[in-house]
């Protein structure tokens, strides 16, 4: 009997922990001489991974192996669907009307339908993200370019360099750099993901209950640490740290192994973080945000606001310093602290921003993206009341929109290698599928970088590029095509 033809059998395991632990399952499904895994948090659709064998009796005794590992880690059979998902913390924020005199100096403003936490301004584009799992790109004067739909709602978007990544609150990080959206990672069943940043392909998940975890390129986790307080709803990393914000201050750990470098206690919760070459920012629920020294810890400064903080950003070097409150408000400060303006944003309570180009944007409570004109001029301007006429974008009829691709039967495929591409290949390296490169030129010892959900044993695809990172692997670049 081929291996088409043969009658599969499927063991099913689920491992599920009370008080907030692991909640996950792995299925093996055997067909010949083919193996397939698919595994995750229980209620989703998971990953999968196929595997040929040389023979039928090959492919039983591989599964019977990976069964045996996950008994041995806890998992037991189970039935699909007899227990339901794990609820996922949706972050619950309450927005009350501006008090301030005046909306601030805002250009324009596009409303995504829905909350939106989700924010990145790069060189050429907006992108903005909300809670029923869209993702819009504008570019800077406001026009929408295209639309992803994804699976579930976006918490964050974080950039590394080309590669921009979206949080979800169904476990996984999808990678937006290329024409369709790709699984970069998915992150363990027992993490509930509050915030995320990425930097040099590895990945920092700061969750609910107060953890940090790191994960590698391969998605492979290298380290976690609980800190001392929960709900972490920050997270920022460089070279020399990553800065951990939670209800009890921020903790700054050592990037490899996670070693604890300090810890400063703010004045309140920390809900939302940002950074600068030799400082980090925390907002925080006691209406401040604190500025400390990315060396030491200290604090330097402290710019105090009349509600909740739910979000903070400079311009470069900290010359003006702006915060967005629970009340629908975005302030703007000197360096020292001195409070400039108190504005209205126009547009609910600003749950993310980002400052880039003499510009501030916003992502509110009720789903808009709002640039904000925060030039010098502009700062003064709004000093003494004068301020734009805001403009509402509107949403292209014929909008462009992308949806994962969750398979590899799902990616577009070609017949040969267009000149200037590369070719890599899925490969078995002890149990595990990995990706080399195959074109000439390239280090072919390195792991790619390469979504989990396409990968298939003996399977080759072109790229339009690969790029080294520090870490001794390439990433790639541009689109994603199987090569028949």
């Known amino acids: 009997m081929s291996a088409g033809s043969a009658v599969p059998t499927t063991t099913y395991l689920e491992l599920s922990q009370e008080g907030g632990g692991a909640h996950k399952f792995y299925e093996v499904t055997v067909a010949g001489q083919v193996v397939t895994v698919r595994y995750g948090r229980i209620g989703a659709a998971g990953q999968t991974q196929t595997t040929s064998f040389a023979s039928a009796a090959k492919a ?42 005046a909306v601030a100096p805002v250009l324009w403003r596009f409303g995504t339908g829905s909350s939106a936490f989700g924010i990145h ?27 992803f739909s994804l699976p579930d709602g976006v918490k964050c978007l974080v950039a590394d360099d080309f590669w921009i990544y979206a949080g979800c609150d169904d476990g996984r990080v999808y990678d937006l750099s290329s024409k369709l959206p790709f699984a970069a990672y998915d992150i363990a069943a027992d993490v509930d993901i509050f915030w995320l940043d990425i ?120 010359r003006f310093v702006f915060a967005g409150d629970a009340a629908s408000s975005v302030y703007c400060f000197d360096r020292d602290g001195t409070r400039l303006w108190k504005l209205g944003t126009g547009g609910g309570s600003a749950l993310s921003m980002q400052y880039r180009d003499e510009r501030l944007y916003l992502v509110t409570t009720d789903g808009s993206l709002v640039c904000v004109d925060a030039s010098e001029a502009a700062v003064t301007a709004a000093q003494q009341g004068t301020v734009p006429a805001v403009r509402d974008v509107k949403l292209a009829a014929a909008l462009p929109t992308y949806a994962p691709a969750t398979t590899a039967t799902a990616v577009a495929t070609v017949d040969r290698a267009p000149s200037g591409s590369v070719v890599v290949e899925c490969v078995q390296d002890n149990g595990r599928l990995r990706v080399h490169v195959v074109s000439d030129g390239y280090d072919g010892s390195w792991n790619v970088q390469f979504p989990r959900a396409i990968r298939a044993a003996g399977a080759r695809y072109v790229v339009d590029a690969l790029h080294p990172a520090a870490g001794g692997f390439y990433r790639v670049r541009g689109e994603i095509r199987r090569l028949l």
């Not at 972490?232 to 800065?243: E, F, G, I, Q, T």
Request: glycine share 12%; with cysteine.
């Open 121 to 147: 301004v790069d060189d050429d584009r907006c992108w903005v993200g909300n809670q029923a799992g869209d993702v819009f790109t504008l570019d800077h004067e406001g026009e929408v370019l295209a639309r």
């Open 60 to 101: 039983q005794a591989a599964a019977a192996k990976k069964v045996g590992e996950k008994v041995r880690k806890g998992y037991a059979p189970a039935v699909p669907g007899g227990r339901a998902p794990r609820a996922v913390t949706r972050r619950q924020v309450a927005s009350a009307p501006s008090t301030a005199r």
């Open 199 to 318: 930097h040099e392909g590895v990945l920092n998940v700061s969750d609910r209950d107060g953890r940090l975890t790191v994960i590698d390129h391969e998605d492979e986790h290298q380290w976690t640490r609980r800190s001392q307080g929960e709900h972490a709803w920050m997270v920022r990393a460089d070279d020399r740290a990553v800065y951990h914000g939670h209800h009890r201050g921020v903790t700054a750990y050592q990037p490899d192994g996670g070693g604890e470098l300090w810890h400063t206690p703010t004045r309140g919760g920390v809900l939302f973080g940002w950074q600068e070459d030799d400082t980090v920012y925390a907002g925080t629920a006691h209406r401040v945000v604190q500025r400390l020294s990315k060396a030491t810890g200290t604090v330097e400064a402290t710019y105090a606001c009349d509600s909740a903080v739910y979000s903070c950003a400079t311009s470069p070097g900290g």
